[in-house]
């Protein structure tokens, strides 16, 4: 839905207003009767299609126009498309799985979805009711956790990420978004499950199952925007005495050759999280675990995937080099302004010699001698200069 719902903040409203505004009591009491009744016949004759939407929910939701403007002036879109919906990772999951509180037609104002919630799907390993709380629980134990060892909570608690701030957009994204074709991993393969699984989606929820997470479903460029939503906001930095770390990694060549389309350079996530943990793991440069430990980021840059063959000398080279800084890199910075001025100086000297040089070719027999701009000059046989 994050598609969808652009802005998903504030809870506090009253419901059907937009529709009592048109309407009269009887004729609302009708259009209510109408309404549950085709509810009712609706959930018998669409069961089948909609195993995962119990109450029919998207029977209302399904159109595009429904929306409102909340008390605060904030546009709300309440439609779900279902194509997208049905596309994406929670397919299975039914609508009452996350909304938990919404029990009746029509609805209270519902509460925000808690992404740590059991729903009825079991994870077969297990057997138990699936439920994010690995990942909140990883969350937590990592730098943008809300809470400190002993337990406190971390000042700015609004500054810390939740689950939404990350995935918000789009919540539903299709499974299977390849990025470039990655060898045995194709549509292709497809095929060869539906040698054996040849009833309805089966193959093909699996198989997407199973290959989007063979590789990253964001793009790189997409990681980098995610990140710097909170890591590129002056205030933020300001707050955390962090430098602009976004910046910095983004006159480098890893960025740049991701803003050209190469999906083969390193994003955030890549340097940030050790070799084959969760996504989810990032630690501060200062935790003797983390991936950009002095100790360990030679070893970060040399995984399988980048520069293997690289040797211990490549942890010496610098992501997050702020030019600008005299007090934290004054190597950096002076060598910036040594280089800056030298070009400047070389770049003139030639600006103002090509001047000159063109001075000479438009005007020929100009001089700053009036005999000799008179013309009496020419009289004086000379052998050098030619003109
Ligand atoms: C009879 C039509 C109808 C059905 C069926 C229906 N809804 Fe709604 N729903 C609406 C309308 C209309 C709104 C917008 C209400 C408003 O503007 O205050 C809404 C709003 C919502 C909201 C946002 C409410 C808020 O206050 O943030 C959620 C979440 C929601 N519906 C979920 C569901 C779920 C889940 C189901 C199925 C169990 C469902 N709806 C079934 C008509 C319906
Ligand atoms: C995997 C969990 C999940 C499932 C399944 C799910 N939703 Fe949602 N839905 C969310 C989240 C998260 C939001 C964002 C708002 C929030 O944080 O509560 C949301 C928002 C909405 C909104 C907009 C509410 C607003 O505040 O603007 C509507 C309407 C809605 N969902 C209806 C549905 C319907 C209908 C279905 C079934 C087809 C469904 N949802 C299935 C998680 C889910
Ligand atoms: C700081 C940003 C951030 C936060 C906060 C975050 N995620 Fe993620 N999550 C990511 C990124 C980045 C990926 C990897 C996406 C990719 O590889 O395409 C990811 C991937 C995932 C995946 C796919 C499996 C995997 O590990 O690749 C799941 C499931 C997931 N997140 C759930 C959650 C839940 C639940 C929460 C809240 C408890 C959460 N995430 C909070 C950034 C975040
Ligand atoms: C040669 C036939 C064959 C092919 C090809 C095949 N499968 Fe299977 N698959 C089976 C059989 C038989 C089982 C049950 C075996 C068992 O439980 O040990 C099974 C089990 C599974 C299960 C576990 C189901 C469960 O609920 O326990 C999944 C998931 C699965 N296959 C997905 C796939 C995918 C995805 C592909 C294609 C990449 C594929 N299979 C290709 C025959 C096949
Ligand atoms: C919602 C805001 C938010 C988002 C999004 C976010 N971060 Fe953070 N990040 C924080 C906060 C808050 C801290 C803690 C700063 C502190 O220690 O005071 C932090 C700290 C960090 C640190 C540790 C800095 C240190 O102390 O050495 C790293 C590394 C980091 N984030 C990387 C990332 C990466 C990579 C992403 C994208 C996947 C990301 N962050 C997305 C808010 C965010
Ligand atoms: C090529 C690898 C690499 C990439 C890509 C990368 N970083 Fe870093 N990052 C590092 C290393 C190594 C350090 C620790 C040493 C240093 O500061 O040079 C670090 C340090 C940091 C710090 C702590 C700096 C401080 O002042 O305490 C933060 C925060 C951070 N990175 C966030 C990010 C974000 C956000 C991105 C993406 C926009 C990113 N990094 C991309 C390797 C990388």
Request: proline letters at 4%; aromatic letters at 10%.
């Amino acid at each position: 839905m994050g598609l969808l719902v652009v802005n998903t903040v504030h809870r506090d409203m009253t419901r059907w207003h937009s529709a009592n505004a048109f309407l009269g009591e009887k004729s609302k009491y009708a259009l209510l009767l109408v309404l549950l009744v085709s509810v009712f016949c609706a959930s018998f004759w669409s069961a089948p299609v909609q195993a995962e939407d119990e109450l029919n929910c998207v029977l209302c939701h399904k159109f595009r126009g429904l929306s409102r403007i909340d008390e605060e002036g904030n546009f709300r879109l309440f439609y779900i498309n279902e194509n997208l919906f049905m596309k994406g990772p929670h397919k299975r999951i039914n609508c009452m799985d996350c909304h938990r509180d919404i029990e009746k037609i029509p609805h209270d104002p519902a509460k925000k979805v808690n992404c740590t919630t059991e729903c009825h799907l079991l994870e077969p390993s297990g057997k138990k009711k699936f439920s994010h709380k690995p990942v909140a629980k990883i969350l937590e134990k990592s730098v943008h956790g809300r809470f400190d060892e002993d337990g406190k909570p971390k000042e700015y608690q609004e500054d810390y990420p939740t689950c939404k701030s990350c995935h918000e957009q789009p919540l539903y994204r299709p499974l299977s978004f390849f990025k470039g074709v990655s060898s045995g991993v194709s549509r292709r393969g497809l095929g060869r499950c539906k040698t054996c699984h040849q009833t309805g989606d089966f193959a093909e929820d699996f198989y997407n199952h199973v290959t989007s997470r063979l590789q990253k479903t964001r793009e790189s460029k997409e990681i980098v925007e995610i990140c710097a939503k909170c890591h590129e906001d002056p205030a933020f930095q300001k707050r955390h005495g962090l430098d602009n770390v976004v910046a910095s990694y983004k006159d480098t060549y890893h960025y740049k050759a991701i803003r050209f389309g190469s999906d083969r350079t390193a994003d955030c996530v890549d340097c940030h999280i050790v070799y084959g943990e969760s996504v989810h793991s990032v630690e501060s440069m200062d935790s003797p675990t983390s991936a950009t430990y002095k100790a360990n980021i030679a070893q970060t840059c040399r995984n399988a995937e980048c520069h293997h063959e690289a040797g211990e000398g490549i942890a010496s080279y610098r992501v997050h080099v702020d030019y600008n800084n005299k007090e934290k890199n004054p190597m950096e910075y002076y060598m910036l302004k040594f280089f800056s001025g030298l070009m400047a100086a070389v770049l003139y000297f030639f600006i103002v010699v090509i001047f000159l040089e063109l001075l000479r070719r438009l005007f020929p027999n100009f001089s700053f001698n009036s005999a000799e701009r008179s013309g009496h000059a020419v009289t004086k046989p000379t052998t050098e200069g030619g003109e």
